[in-house]
C-alpha cells in the first residue's frame, strides 16, 4: 500500500490576541491521514477547529503544535510546519490547492482570468489556460454571461463556483474544501459532488469539510471526528 | 528558485546620530526621533530576502520607513548601514560597495522604480515619449527610430493613449502618470522593479486596471518586485510574502494570507482589525 500524501500528527492551533490579553484554543491534538484518491472528511459542531485545521495545513495559519507531514510528487516528505515559505509557495502553485469561502480577487479582472490564473503561474499559455477555464466554468454550470466580468459583484454561490474552478483547475496532488457546496443550490451541489468525484477518481487526495452531513456520507472515505476544545489551560499544555 | 536579492541589517538615519539612537528608538520606544541628538532612524536592522519573479509586500503606516527601503536600494540615497546582494545571472553585486558608475549603471540598467510621488519618477519638462527615450539612452539604445518605436509598445503596454506620446506628463491625470512611470520603468525589462504605493490616491477603478497590469507584467515578464503600500488589499492581491514595519523596524515577515488572517505581533493584530 503506497503511503499517505498528507499525515497531521498532534496538531495544535491556539490564537493569543494581544489586545484583549486573551488565549483562544481553536485546535487541540488533531490527527489524522489522507490518501491519493481518497477523500477524509473533519466533521464536528460549529467552532470545533475544522477551517481552523484547513487553513494550518494551507499556512493561512502558524500551527501551534504538531507535524503536519506532506509527501510531494518526488516522494519527499516534509513538515509543513516547519517548511520555509518558498517551499509552502511553491507547493501552492503546483500540488496543494485550497478552496475556501471566500475569494480574493481585482475588481477589474474577468472570471475567466480569474479561474486561468494558477495555470498561467505554471507556464500555461493564456489561450489554453482561457480554454481551460472555460471548460471548468461550464462543468460548474457558472452561466456563460458571467464569464467576462469580475466575481467581485458576484452572488455568495456565483463566487463558490469560481473558487471551485480556479481550485480545480491545476489538478492539485492535495485539495482541500471548506465547506464546498454550502452556498449552492440541490442541482449545483450535485454537479460539484460528481466533479469531486471525478477529481478523487484520478488520484486527488482530498480533506473536507462539508455542510451536510449527508453529503459527507456520500464522498467520505474516513471520518475524522473532531472533539470539543479543552479548556484554556489544556491548551497552554501546548507551550510546555 | 533562485534569489535575487538579499539584505541583511540595512539602515539610515537622518542627523548626527548618537550612541543612543538605536536603543532610544523603534516600536518599543513608540518614535523613530531620537530624544537625545534629534536623528530620525528611518530604518534600523532591515533584512529579507527576495526571489526571482516573485512580489514581496512591504507594509506599515506612514512613516515607518517603507519608502526608505526602496529609495535605499535603488541608490537614491546611501544607507547608513548593513548591506544588499544583488544576484543577476551568474553575476553578484554588493550593492552597497559599489562605486558611483556601477551604481548608475545597475540603475539604468537592470532595477526600475516607480515612485510614490511621479514628480521624482518623471522629468515633467519633456513629452510622455520623451521619458521613456531618456531612459533608453541610458541603458545605451541609441537609434531614434528603434527607441520611438520601443516608446509607443511600452505605452500601449501600459494604456497611455499613443495620441498623447508627445503630450507633457503634467497634463496628465495621476492614473496616467503612474502608468507612464511603469512604462519607463519597464522600458529595459528589468528583472527587479521597485514599486512605492503606485496605487496610492488614485480612484478605485484606475488602481484596479494598474494593479491587474503589474499583475500582468509579473506574469510575462516574471520580474520580482518590492510593493510598497499601506492598502492591505493591495498587499493581499499582489503579494505572495510581506513584511510589517513599524519605527523603522521589521516586526513581522511571513506569507501574506497568514499575516493578514493570524497576525503574530500586537501591532499587526490591530493594523490588520482597523482595516476590516
Ligand atoms: N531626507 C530626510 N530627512 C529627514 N528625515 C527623513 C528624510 N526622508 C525621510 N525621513 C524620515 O524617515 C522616516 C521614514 O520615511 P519614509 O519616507 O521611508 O516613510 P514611509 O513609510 O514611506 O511613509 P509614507 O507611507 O508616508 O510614504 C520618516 O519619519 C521621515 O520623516
Ligand atoms: N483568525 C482567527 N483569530 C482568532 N480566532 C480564530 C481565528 N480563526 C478561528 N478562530 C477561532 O478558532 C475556533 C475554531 O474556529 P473554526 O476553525 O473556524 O471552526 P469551524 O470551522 O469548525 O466552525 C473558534 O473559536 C474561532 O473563533
Ligand atoms: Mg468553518
Ligand atoms: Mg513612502
Ligand atoms: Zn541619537
Known sequence: MTPPILQVEAYGKHFWLHEQNKLIPSSHNVSFSVSAGSLTALVGPTGVGKSSVLKGIYRTYLPSAGRILYRDAQGHVLDLVRASEHQILELRRREIGFVTQFLHCLPRQSTLDVVARPLLSLGVSRDEARQRAAEWLSAMNLPERLWSVSPATFSGGERQRVNLARGFIIKPRLLLLDEPTASLDPATAERVIGLIEGLKAEGTAMLAVFHHPEITRRLADQVVELAPLPAVEEALKDFA | ?276
Open chain 2, 1 to 276: 528558485m533562485n534569489k535575487i536579492l538579499e539584505v541583511r541589517g540595512m539602515s539610515k538615519i537622518y542627523g548626527p546620530g548618537c550612541p543612543l539612537c538605536i536603543e532610544s528608538t523603534g516600536p518599543e520606544a513608540d518614535t523613530n526621533l531620537c530624544p537625545h541628538c534629534g536623528s530620525v532612524v528611518a530604518i534600523h536592522d532591515v533584512s529579507f530576502d527576495l526571489f526571482e519573479g516573485e512580489i514581496l509586500g512591504v507594509m506599515g503606516e506612514s512613516g515607518s520607513g517603507k519608502s526608505t527601503v526602496v529609495k535605499s536600494l535603488y541608490f537614491d540615497q546611501a544607507p547608513s548601514g548593513g548591506e544588499a546582494i544583488f544576484y543577476d545571472r551568474d553575476k553578484q553585486y554588493a550593492l552597497f560597495s559599489l562605486n558611483a558608475a556601477q551604481q548608475r549603471w545597475l540603475r539604468n540598467h537592470r532595477f526600475g522604480m516607480v515612485y510614490q510621488n511621479p514628480h521624482l519618477g518623471l522629468n515633467f519638462n519633456i513629452s510622455a515619449g520623451g521619458n521613456i527615450a531618456e531612459r533608453l539612452l541610458m541603458s545605451d539604445l541609441m537609434d531614434y527610430g528603434a527607441i520611438r518605436e520601443r516608446a509607443k509598445t511600452l505605452l500601449a503596454r501600459t494604456e497611455v493613449l499613443l495620441a498623447r506620446i508627445d503630450d507633457l506628463p503634467k497634463h496628465f491625470s495621476g492614473g496616467m502618470q503612474q502608468r507612464v512611470q511603469i512604462a519607463k520603468a519597464l522600458a529595459t525589462q528589468p528583472p527587479l522593479l521597485f514599486l512605492d504605493e503606485v496605487t496610492t490616491g488614485l480612484d478605485l477603478s484606475v488602481q484596479a486596471r494598474i494593479l491587474d497590469l503589474i499583475l500582468e507584467i509579473q506574469q510575462e515578464l516574471k520580474t520580482a518586485m518590492v510593493v510598497v503600500t499601506h492598502d492591505l488589499g493591495v498587499i493581499r492581491l499582489l503579494t505572495g510574502r510581506a513584511i510589517v514595519m513599524k519605527y523603522g523596524r521589521v516586526i513581522e515577515a511571513g506569507l501574506t494570507d497568514q499575516i493578514l488572517e493570524d497576525p503574530q505581533h500586537a501591532y499587526t493584530q490591530r493594523l490588520v482589525a482597523s482595516a476590516l
